[in-house]
């Protein structure tokens, strides 16, 4: 984020003036599916780019709170509180009668929970149900391509889903992905070469409707190799509010999500944290002139200011991740914690739109076997 866009934020003293700040989407967007839509980074980065969700579904209530307000506040019914994890047959069909869709979806889009595969997350269940919830996604896609021979999908997770102690999971996922219909396409990107100041790397899984676009590839987007630190995007900010019982959002200056969680151990009065300090996983200290570790903070471990003398308020996590000044997480503070870490970079989702739409308007492919979508109507 530049200075002026900080100082702008700074200049708003009320949440109706960010409010007015909120860009205004064209309702004519090309139409897409987001399932586990967290606080809506991936769908404000596909938005960004000229799609348009025309439903949304999380399980949490804070996520779908903030998905209404920030990104279709005139269209809130399409987004779903709905546990993925038990779908009965036909689930996403009705789901999309029952908002009054009137157009054809050609794209999915989300990222399951990613806890279960996590290489950072020492505290995993044997059983965690989380690891099932891919398969949700699979299912959900096969329907959607049944019914309307969508044109993609993108799937996103971290890292771990890779790792060799998942491989056989992973595959099987994958499997699942190519039965539904689609040629599938991997890689791996790290937000700090999508202009997010952050070090985040996470696998993403496109998918081409294989009847569609039988020759097509895709490939990833490379980004840049300069990258923006920490004191680029929040080093303007002002003091955060700590957090105490019944605070609310109206309470806080400057942002409503520019509050922290009060700084009780004696290493932030004592002088022991020093700018780039690792001291165990509770208390890494970012450094100013570098990209910030990445957001995801298991167990309220959030990272530790440059000054070592508080943690990162959720404002500044979520400046870290390439949210917008307007936007606002909705919740508790856990639950904005929460929300941010599980956050999709949007600067990444609009890189990965943009190149999806790039591919799928190519010219050179000479293959499809029915209308592009960009010209495709309801039936």
């Known amino acids: 984020m530049s200075k002026k866009g900080v100082l702008s934020m700074l200049e708003a003293s009320t949440i109706q003036s960010r409010k007015s700040n909120r860009p205004i989407f064209p309702s004519s967007g090309i139409p897409i599916v987001s399932l586990f839509s967290g606080s809506g980074g991936l769908d404000l980065g596909f938005m960004e780019a000229g799609f348009e969700p025309i439903i949304a579904i999380d399980v949490e209530e804070a996520a779908v709170d903030t998905h209404r307000d920030n990104l279709l506040p005139d269209h809130q019914n399409r987004v779903i509180q709905w546990d993925l994890s038990d779908i009965p047959p036909g689930f996403i069909l009705k789901k999309l009668k029952e908002t009054g869709a009137t157009k054809v979806p050609v794209g999915v889009i989300g990222g399951p929970p990613c806890q279960a595969f996590s290489l950072s997350n020492v505290h995993k269940k044997t059983n965690d149900p989380r690891a099932r ?12 391509n049944d019914t309307f021979a969508i044109d993609f999908f993108l799937f996103e997770n971290v890292m771990g889903l890779r790792h060799k102690q998942h491989e056989e999971v992973f595959l099987y996922f994958k499997e699942l992905f190519e039965a539904a219909g689609f040629n599938i396409f991997e890689g791996e990107l790290d937000a700090k070469h999508f202009g997010v100041p952050q070090e985040r790397k996470r696998v993403f899984i496109v998918g081409l ?147 999806i739409c790039k591919t799928l308007t190519n010219t050179e492919s000479q293959n499809a076997e029915t209308t592009p979508h960009k010209d495709r109507r309801p039936a």
Request: glycine share 6%; with cysteine; charged share 20%.
């Open 133 to 144: 919830l891919p398969l949700s996604y699979a299912t959900i896609l096969k329907d959607l």
């Open 209 to 355: 409707n294989r009847k569609r676009y039988p020759d097509l590839a895709f490939r990833f987007p490379t980004g840049r190799s300069e990258v923006r630190t920490v004191r680029q995007a929040i080093g303007d900010l002002p003091e955060p509010v700590f957090f105490t019982r019944g605070l609310a959002p109206d309470d806080i200056p400057v942002h409503p999500n520019h509050w922290c969680m009060t700084p009780r151990s004696l290493k932030f009065h004592n002088g022991a944290l020093k700018e780039g300090d690792i001291k165990g996983r509770p208390f890494r200290v970012l450094s100013w002139s570098q990209p910030s570790w990445t957001v995801a903070y298991g167990h309220r471990e959030v990272h530790v200011h440059p000054t070592g003398k508080r943690r990162l308020s959720v404002l500044e996590a979520m400046l870290l991740q390439g949210f917008p000044p307007w936007y606002q997480l909705h919740g508790t503070l856990s639950d904005q914690i929460r929300l941010v870490s599980d956050a999709v970079p949007p600067p990444l989702g609009r890189a990965l739109a943009k190149q």
